[in-house]
């Protein structure tokens, strides 16, 4: 069965601190992404990855940073958190594709407070 | 820029059918998806359209025009495990990206 985990459910954090989001998959997929989905404005990406230490900007970069060290780990950095990074944040992966219906499968999502 | 357009939140009864439509301008093309999601869970695939016409799975359809820049989620005979948000996604580029659309909020009366 298809496996994304994200390391932690619920997280709360103070103004300032750093803030690492762990993803893990076990499907061997190449691509994976970080999205976060704030209520009536959907799914946002954040970042994604191609490959192993590689790393791409999505629409909505800015204040994260992310790392890709192994093929099956991609965390989320909150350098400095703010309060307007309180969302629910979620890791997918998928297969490198030219042309398929291969979709993307997400995890379980966390989410996280800034106070 | 990116633009996916779906209505915000449709209620039916159960047993009824409802189209949730979804229109969209991307800078690319490669494929529609749409995805169930139950509140505070993570989106779970429904379906895949690359092609114009109607994809039909059991009581879930979809529909892709491209030309039109125009798809839509049919549900028949409404469950009230069926309410939840529907995304409507594009694949923008050939390696996988996708851009999500705000979602629309199914509600399944009895």
């Known amino acids: 069965d298809v496996k994304v985990t994200q390391s932690s459910r619920y997280l709360v954090k103070r103004t300032g601190e750093k803030v690492f989001l762990e993803c893990v998959q076990d499907?061997?997929?190449?691509?994976m992404f970080w999205y976060r989905q704030d209520p009536g404005l959907g799914l946002r990406l954040i970042y994604f990855s191609y490959d192993v230490k590689m790393k791409e900007k999505g629409d909505i970069p800015e204040g994260y940073s992310v790392s890709r060290e192994k093929k099956e780990r991609f965390s989320l950095i909150l350098e400095s958190a703010s309060t307007n990074q309180t969302s629910m944040y979620l890791c997918?992966?998928?297969?490198?594709?030219?042309?398929?219906?291969?979709?993307?499968?997400f995890g379980e999502g966390s989410w996280l407070t800034v106070v | 820029g990116q633009n996916i357009d779906q209505p915000t939140e449709m209620t039916a009864t159960e047993g009824a059918i409802v189209q949730i439509n979804c229109t969209y301008q991307?800078?690319?093309?490669?494929?529609l998806f749409w995805y169930q999601q139950h509140a505070g869970e993570a989106p779970t695939f429904l379906s895949y359209n690359v092609l114009d016409g109607l994809e039909e799975k059991g009581r879930f359809s979809s529909f892709l025009s491209r030309s039109k820049g125009y798809s839509y989620l049919l549900l028949k005979e409404l469950q009230m495990k069926d309410s939840a948000s529907y995304l409507c996604a594009v694949r923008t580029d050939s390696w996988g990206k996708l851009q999500f659309g705000a979602g629309t909020q199914v509600v399944v009366t009895p």
């Open positions: 499907m061997d997929h190449e691509n």
């Open positions: 997918a992966s998928s297969l490198f594709l030219r042309s398929s219906g291969n979709t993307i499968y």
């Open positions: 991307t800078s690319g093309f490669n494929g």
